[in-house]
């Protein structure tokens, strides 16, 4: 198993939905992940960190759930500029980038 | 602050050649990161650099070298070019001591090799 695995969709969600995705890791022992953004042909820009409490930021949830063994991100009520591709990355004491689930908003 | 830049932005070469590219951050941080990103293999960590002076291997160090002579510079090297090197790569920066943490990322060298 990978360390790091995302399922890379696309996600094709209508504008307004509510859109889950989840990273799986492999390491029991890790405690903190992160949640970047990239749009097309850009540089990663950080959304959220993850830790055993879990994040929220506005629309933006995420979750780690350590019985199971991943990493979740929730985006409410979604809008057009949602559409990217998120990466998680972790655990923390390495830098295992998983390769990024594509979301393409729908108007 | 200008962040985290990276030169050149786009550059073929051809099979055998060399060429260094050049990361350069004005955030004063310790550690900084050089990557590379393949359609479908997502980013992957070529070298790291823990502070001036230091360098150590991460996923994919084969076929390139780092230095990291000045704190705000990390410099990538490709000896001898091959296809395989087709890739888009991104330098990144952080400000702790903390191997997994938020990172600042440049804007990409774009390299075929032909």
Known sequence: ?107 | NAGVTQTPKFRVLKTGQSMTLLCAQDMNHEYMYWYRQDPGMGLRLIHYSVGEGTTAKGEVPDGYNVSRLKKQNFLLGLESAAPSQTSVYFCASTRTSTLLYEQYFGPGTRLTVT
Request: aromatic share 12%.
């Open chain 1, 1 to 107: 198993r990978k360390e790091v695995e995302q399922d890379p969709g696309p996600f094709n969600v209508p504008e307004g939905a509510t859109v889950a995705f989840n990273c799986t890791y492999s390491n029991s022992a890790s405690q903190s992940f992160f949640w970047y953004r990239q749009d097309c042909r850009k540089e990663p820009k950080l959304l959220m960190s993850v830790y055993s409490s879990g994040n929220e930021d506005g629309r933006f949830t995420a979750q780690l759930n350590r019985a199971s063994q991943y990493i979740s991100l929730l985006i409410r009520d979604s809008k057009l500029s949602d559409s990217a591709t998120y990466l998680c990355v972790g655990p923390d004491d390495k830098i295992i980038f998983g390769k990024g689930t594509r979301l393409h908003i729908l108007p």
